[in-house]
């Protein structure tokens, strides 16, 4: 197992990728301390490790709070003894951003607010500082470590209407790369995970919202390959599962040497694409 024996903390573990991972690291040998705003969310997510046969703890913690995160990282290491892995994965996307779905109205870049910056500055970007900042201490004192946060391919190339998102996303690839150069004298690494495609659509849905458990592509009915806009062409949709075994290799010592690193996941071609698309390239004619 890839992960025998390590302890690891991740945040935004109630829903989503985060809950997947937690029981995917779980199946690979580590204790989880699965950390997420939503106290029940989390406490299901716990019963879901330890139903497969895991260990696990859940947290309640605001990341954009210092002192949360902070007695976070505390609790986990009074528990288990150490961290091995820390996993900054907690984000929210930007007012407006869930309007192509009918959830909330559109939002003009000009309109959004002070308070809607530093609401998702606060979960996105300074999250996972706080995050690395409480972990960085005891991962110096045993010269070890992996720091994970989870960025996204909007960090890479532009979405519509959610620029705030976008900047955050971008400040997190940004500090994966400076942290890397501080830390590597310690032995610890430190990556970020770039999802495109496989995501869950309760990261779209209000807080307190059911978890779906399935990404986007698997919950919009029958899938078929000709259709999607990703030019590889497979013959099951894109799941949560597929993120997160990417973010299995890069907190596994697969990657012992791979640190500044922000690796796409999932994207199926998408970020190979020039800004333009063409309806041949959407819909190429099936390989003989």
Do not use: C
Not at 104 to 126: I, Q, S
């Amino acid at each position: 197992m890839r992960l025998q024996g390590k302890i690891a903390l991740i945040t935004g573990a109630g829903s989503g990728l985060g809950r997947e991972s937690s029981v995917l690291f779980s199946e690979e040998g580590a204790k989880v301390a699965i950390v997420d705003i939503d106290g029940d969310r989390a406490e299901q997510t716990r019963k879901l490790v330890e139903q497969a046969g895991g260990e696990a703890i859940s947290i309640t913690a605001d990341v954009a709070e210092k002192s949360q995160i902070v007695d976070a990282v505390a609790q986990t290491i009074d528990h288990f003894g150490r961290i091995d892995i820390a996993w900054a994965n907690a984000g929210i996307v930007s007012r407006g951003g869930a309007a192509a779905l009918g959830i909330e109205e559109a939002v003009e870049f000009e309109d959004l607010t002070e308070a809607d910056w530093h609401h998702v500055l606060g979960v996105n970007l300074t999250g996972v500082v706080y995050t690395a900042q409480a972990v960085v201490p005891h991962m110096k004192a045993k010269r070890a470590g992996t720091i994970l946060a989870t960025s996204s391919a909007a960090s890479l190339v532009a979405y519509p209407k959610i620029p705030f998102y976008i900047a955050t996303k971008a400040g997190v690839n940004g500090l994966v790369r400076g942290l890397s150069l501080d830390l590597g004298r310690y032995g610890i690494r430190v990556n970020a995970i770039a999802p495109t495609h496989g995501m869950s659509p309760n990261f779209l849905m209000p807080p307190g919202s059911p978890v779906v458990g399935q990404s986007y592509e698997e919950t919009a009915g029958p899938w078929n390959p000709t259709v999607s806009p990703m030019p590889l062409k497979l013959t099951r949709p894109p799941s949560l599962r597929d993120n997160a075994k990417v973010a299995l290799f890069l907190v596994s010592d697969d990657s012992s040497y791979i640190s500044g690193a922000t690796l796409g996941a999932t994207d199926g071609g998408t970020l190979s694409r020039v800004g333009m698309w063409f309806p041949e390239d959407l819909n190429p004619e099936p390989v003989p």
